[in-house]
C-alpha cells in the first residue's frame, strides 16, 4: 500500500498465526498499523508465528504475538489486557478465530460443540467488552467479526449455527457502541486456499461450488483480508452493523 491510510492504528487480529488470520494481519500491517496477533501456544505453529511477525514488521510497524487459548474466558481477559498493556490501546479488532466442524448434532461430542461456539461467538462478546472501552475513551474503533458462507445453509451443523449468530451480534453490537465504534462482518464463501481440506471430506466440493458462482471462480486469502482492512479505513465510516458476503456471488439464494 502506497497510502497508509492505517498509521497510528493497533489492530488485534485472533487466530492469526497462519491461514485467513495471518494474511489479514500483514494486510493491516500494509496499510500502517501496528498489530497484535493472537492464537492456541502449540509448538507446531511457532515457525509460522515468528515468520509471521517478521513480515509485518517489515512493513515499518510494531508487532508482538500473544498466544491465548479463546475458548477460556480467562485468557481472553488476559489478551486484551496485554495488548493494551503493550501499546497502550487497541484501535482495531478483528475477531478471526473460529474453529470449524460439521459433525452431525446426534453423534456430536458436547466438548466439540462447546469449543466451536465460544470460540466463533462467545468470544465476539468477550473480547468486545475488554476492548470497546479502550476505543470509546479514545474516540475512534472498528470491529470486524468474522462469519461465513455456513451461515446461509443448513447443512453445516454447529458452524453454520456460530457464524449465523457471528450476524446477529454484529448488529446488537453495533447499536450498542457507537457512534465511536463500528461493527462489521464479513463472510467469506469457499477459499481457494483452503480448498483441499474441504476435499478430502467432499471431493467435488469445489466444482459444485464454483458451478454456483456467477463469477465461476472462489475467493482468495487476500481478497479476503483486503475487504476486512478496508472496512478499518474512511470509505467505510458511515458503515456499521452489515455482513458483507465476499463469495463471488455462490451464495445468492435461489430454488
Known amino acids: 500500500m502506497t497510502e497508509k491510510l492505517l498509521k497510528g492504528k493497533v489492530a488485534l487480529v485472533t487466530g492469526a498465526y497462519r491461514n485467513l488470520g495471518a494474511v489479514t494481519a500483514e494486510m493491516l500491517a500494509s496499510y500502517g498499523a501496528s498489530v497484535v496477533i493472537n492464537d492456541l501456544d502449540l509448538p507446531e505453529i511457532e515457525k509460522q508465528r515468528d515468520q509471521l511477525l517478521d513480515r509485518i514488521r517489515s512493513h515499518g510497524v510494531q508487532a508482538t504475538a500473544i498466544s491465548a487459548d479463546l475458548s477460556r474466558s ?92 457471528v450476524q446477529i451480534i454484529t448488529e446488537e453490537l453495533a447499536l450498542e457502541v457507537g457512534p465511536e465504534v463500528t461493527v462489521n462482518a464479513v463472510a467469506p464463501g469457499q477459499i481457494y486456499e483452503s480448498l483441499p481440506e474441504i476435499l478430502e471430506i467432499d471431493p467435488t466440493f469445489g466444482e459444485r461450488y464454483m458451478a454456483r458462482s456467477p463469477l465461476k471462480t472462489l475467493v482468495t486469502r487476500k481478497e479476503v483480508a483486503l475487504l476486512i482492512a478496508s472496512l478499518c479505513t474512511p470509505a467505510y465510516d458511515k458503515v456499521t452493523g452489515v455482513t458483507l458476503k465476499i463469495d463471488a456471488g455462490a451464495e445468492i439464494w435461489r430454488f
Open 74 to 165: 480467562d485468557q481472553i481477559r488476559s489478551m486484551c489486557l496485554s495488548a493494551i498493556k503493550y501499546f497502550g490501546k487497541v484501535d482495531i479488532l478483528v475477531n478471526n478465530a473460529g474453529p470449524f466442524s460439521m459433525d452431525p448434532y446426534l453423534t456430536m461430542k458436547e466438548e466439540i460443540y462447546d469449543r466451536v461456539m465460544d470460540v466463533n461467538l462467545k468470544a465476539v462478546y468477550l473480547t468486545a467488552k475488554e476492548i470497546v472501552p479502550v476505543m470509546k475513551a479514545n474516540g475512534w474503533g472498528r470491529i470486524v467479526n468474522m462469519s461465513a458462507g455456513s451461515a446461509y445453509v443448513r447443512n453445516h451443523s454447529i458452524y453454520g449455527l456460530a457464524k449465523l449468530g
